[in-house]
């Protein structure tokens, strides 16, 4: 009596867990046109409107949680999010502390610089200033491939800081997620810059990017990856790509 009492309290409490929202980790500092703030406040952007859409093929209620980039994995690790939904890319060292879902976008590495500046990559960096957002697969490319160019890399905490420091003259360069870049040059004030080049195929870029979860919620992770493969079967990704990112980042079996 007291085994069946205790299994049926244990369900109740797998229930009720199973019913709690899911806190969507992103990062705090805004990733236009991933992650930002409309004018009303809320988040949106392509990840937030496609966590969404995730989230109602679950039947699931989620809640966005915007966590600061440098410490978004431990506060997954830790319980305070359910899941890191913000441009991060499925490598071989976050493997290492965290599990994925399948890939559900893929865009490569930009180079930005001022469009009066010849500039041969990578041959051509040696004596520049590059900035590069740090923890990023940008940042880990960078280190391995350019160390020897003769770039000065400087990394920065937020997107925004390297963008600003751009535009203000302080670097040279950048190196940054190239549908980001296409946003940053459609600013008003970012005329005058383009994009040079694009990163190649590398192994600090990964397999593209995924959602991070937790190792042991192998549920959710199920969960996710046939929603992932719904929303991409049905348009919704399509959609929501060409809406804000103004092409079809999504990938495909």
Not at 42 to 47: I, L, N, Q, R, V
Not at 85 to 112: C, L, W
Not at 198 to 215: D, F, K, N, S, V
Not at 220 to 233: R, S
Request: contains cysteine.
């Amino acid at each position: 009596m007291m085994i069946a009492t205790a299994l049926t309290a244990l369900g109740l409490g797998q229930a009720a867990q199973a019913s709690d929202p899911l806190q969507v980790g992103i990062s705090g500092e805004p990733y236009p046109p991933f992650t930002y703030k409309a004018a009303s406040g809320d988040w949106t952007g392509f990840e937030v409107e496609l966590a969404h859409a995730l989230c109602a093929t679950m039947q699931r209620e989620c809640e966005i949680a915007p966590t600061g980039w440098s410490g978004i994995i431990p506060s997954l690790k830790a319980g305070r999010i359910d899941m890191i939904m913000n441009s991060m890319s499925i490598t071989e060292k976050r493997q290492r502390v965290i599990d994925f879902t399948r890939p559900y976008y893929f865009t490569p590495g930009a180079y930005v610089a001022a469009s009066e500046r010849e500039l041969d990559i990578p041959d051509g960096l040696d004596g520049l200033v590059m900035g590069v957002q740090s923890a990023t697969t940008n940042a880990t490319y960078a280190r391995r491939e350019l160390r020897d160019s003769g770039v000065d890399i400087r990394l920065y905490d937020q997107a925004e800081q390297v963008n600003n420091d751009l535009l203000a003259g302080r670097l040279d360069v950048i190196l940054a997620d190239e549908i980001a870049m296409v946003q940053f040059l459609d600013r008003e004030e970012a005329e005058g810059f383009e994009i040079k080049a694009t990163a190649p195929q590398h192994e600090a870029y990964g397999e593209g990017i995924g959602i991070g979860l937790r190792q042991e919620d192998d549920a959710l992770q199920e969960d996710l990856n046939a929603a992932i493969a719904a929303v991409i079967e049905d348009g919704t990704c399509a959609s929501l790509s060409e809406e804000y990112l103004g092409t079809d980042v999504c990938v495909y079996d």
